[in-house]
């Protein structure tokens, strides 16, 4: 719904890891994690994907044969976050039959999005997947044996920019949602999905700025000691003004790092992150990351943004993970090369 794509600047360069190298580096980060008395480790694979989930009459094309698609690819992650499956999470969740699932907030109902919502309700009765205005559109699916079932959180951010303009932002409840994920070890890593506004304006800019600071606050205050993963459709670009500062704000203020899941075919630009960082007694490294190109086949993509991921190598400490974040990186070999926020 808001990439964007034809005439934009194609992303910079980055390099897929060969199996070798992937075999390196998660042998390297044991090897490291070992010199620091890990305890237990395991791999944890990330998905993030903004799936364009609305009407066919605004898609202008068939969601529900790409949700179908979209969900059964998806099985093959560990954790997956949706952003946009506005009209379709039920058919992508029969598709994920097994996982355990949590969705974003509801529809705000403010006096504009209420008016909205009763000028439109004749059209809802016509119009095939229609029931805008929408709310967070975003939901998660983990694997039975990361599950914590009942740790959930999700909150509407309050402020947009643009109902008619600004990418039409107002039209959905955008927000946050959180769930605990249990690691094979045993403790907690909280794992944060969000959508932010998508307009190209310094007023979108400042909107997406204080979204941003909304779910910081959410972080300090849900996940002070624990290890996070933050994920989803930030709406933020390299070389549009403003949007550097703010995600440098947000990943300094909460010491997040970078994990380089980002596209890698030139018909995309950069809107959608994984970033993370370790905490407690959990030490979290990169052992893959990039664009998930099965949801792409013959240059047809299954949504109008890329399907994003990373692997993390995670390590329990019982006396807590090391102190500097740098300690057990990827080897060379392995890192992207997607220039750093």
Sequence with gaps: MDAERGTSAAPPARRRSTPVARRVALLSAALCLFAHSARAESVVSVLSYNVHGLSPLIALDSPRRRAEAIGTLAASYDVVLFQEDFEYHGVMRRRLEGRVGAAGNGVVLDPPRLAAKLLLAPFTVILPRFSAPYGAGLSTFVVPALARPGDVESEPYGVCDGWLGGRFDCWASKGYLRIGIRTPEGPTVDVYSTH?????????????????????????????????????????????????????????????????????????????????????????TVAEAGEALEFVSDDHALSDHPAVYSRFLISVFPEGAPEEPGECRPTSADAPTRKPT
């Design 196 to 284: 932010l506004d998508a307009g190209r304006g310094k007023k979108a800019v400042q909107t997406r700025r204080r979204q941003l600071r909304i779910l910081a606050d959410a972080i300090e205050r849900q996940s002070a000691d624990r290890a996070v993963i933050v994920g989803g459709d930030f709406n933020l670009v390299f070389d549009r003004p403003g949007d550097p500062e703010v995600m440098a704000e947000f990943r300094e203020r909460l010491n997040l790092r970078d994990s380089g899941a980002g596209p890698e075919l030139p018909r995309w630009r950069q809107h959608d992150y994984i970033l993370y960082r370790s905490g407690g007694q959990v030490h979290m």
